[in-house]
């Protein structure tokens, strides 16, 4: 199979277009700008618009508009920036329409710096803007999964009619590796009948819309919302289990710390510790029965994140105070290191 090599934030955009994304609309900040800069260039080569917005306000609104037209769109940015589009992930909640979101993250909080970072857990999987709802989360942690992610994020969307966001970071985003660049097989629905294209005069008007005055009403909405997150979270939950079948450890890490964690895992083995990894790969829904069944077997928990520490709190949840978890962390743009993170899973142990 032939690889190309390519940056994350580079191989996210040719993705997004050959899952048929025609409309990007961004604002420049780092660690995100390749993403950005190969979209100026793909899109009007394949018909498509590219629009840098006079602020990230403005092109989270873009996007809602080129969504409830129908056709795949989608935007990125990075900590700061996603945080300003956050009222624009409500409205798109709302109005239940599909779009893509890429965050590659920067260390903070306020502006911070560039170095990579996982302190947007929280804003990502408990919502990210105001009202009842959630977005669907996907955590890669290899370019290839960029890819691959990409192109599953776009389906997901279409089908459930969610945003869909690519939780990166600055690693992630900025490193190079070989990718297959295989052309996905889309599912994507052959008809939007929701969606405003004009009626032709052919069927009723269609109306984009998230205020209900009625409070009956708007309670139905969000309940029959809700009733599709629960279809979400039935069909669309993933992680990946590496070596967890007779670990007596469970290190659970995402996205750049978990290949960090995975060299863990295998200096602890080399120790003769039965070390183990679970990896959530959608943060939202998270893979609460993953670490539910490893809590009935392993002694405890290290959860490794480069921040302060956001998802050891899914994971007590999940683990609903069976086994202990502990907490190895960097944050501020710091990475953790194989041997921090083996150090941690020995004084668990202890």
Not at 33 to 56: D, F
Not at 98 to 121: E, H, K, T
Not at 132 to 149: G, K, R
């Amino acid at each position: 199979m032939e690889k190309v090599l390519m940056k994350g934030n580079e191989a996210i955009a040719e993705a997004a277009v050959m899952a048929g994304c025609k409309h990007f609309f961004g604002y420049p900040i780092t660690p995100q700008n390749e993403l950005a800069a190969y979209m100026s260039q793909r899109m009007p080569r394949v018909g498509g618009t590219y629009l840098q917005a006079e602020s990230e306000i403005a092109a989270i609104n873009m996007v809602i508009g080129a969504a409830a037209a129908g056709v795949r769109a989608m935007t990125s940015s990075s900590s700061p920036g996603i945080a300003l589009k956050s009222e624009g992930l409500s409205y798109l909640a709302g109005c239940d329409l599909p779009a893509v979101l890429v965050n590659v993250q920067r260390a903070g909080p306020g502006l911070g710096g560039i170095q990579p970072s996982q302190a947007d857990y929280f804003m990502a999987v408990k919502g990210g803007g105001h009202g009842d709802f959630h977005t669907v989360v996907f955590a890669p942690n290899s370019i290839q999964e960029m890819v691959d992610y990409t192109f599953a994020a776009f389906d997901i969307a279409e089908k459930y009619r969610v945003t869909v966001m690519l939780l990166t970071d600055g690693i992630l985003g900025q490193m190079m590796e070989p990718v297959a660049l295989i052309a996905p097989e889309t599912k994507a629905p052959a008809e939007k009948p929701w969606a405003v294209t004009g009626t032709k005069g052919a069927r009723p008007k269609n109306i984009v819309n998230s205020l209900y005055l009625s409070p009956e009403l708007l309670e139905k909405v969000n309940i029959a919302r809700f009733e599709r997150y629960d279809e979400i979270k039935r069909n669309e939950t993933r992680c990946e289990l590496y070596k967890t079948d007779d670990a007596e450890i469970c290190v659970v890490a995402y996205g750049a710390a978990s290949r960090i964690s995975r060299n863990a895992v295998e200096m602890a083995r080399a120790k003769g510790i039965r070390a183990g990894l679970i990896r959530p790969i959608t943060l939202w829904p998270f893979p609460s029965d993953a670490i539910l069944e490893a809590a009935d077997r392993v002694k405890a928990f290290t959860v490794v994140e480069m921040s302060m520490g956001q998802m050891i709190q899914d994971v007590e949840l999940a683990a609903r105070c069976k086994k202990p978890v502990n907490l190895c962390f960097r944050t501020g743009g710091m990475v953790p290191s194989p041997e921090e993170v083996l150090k941690s899973i020995e004084e668990v142990l202890r």
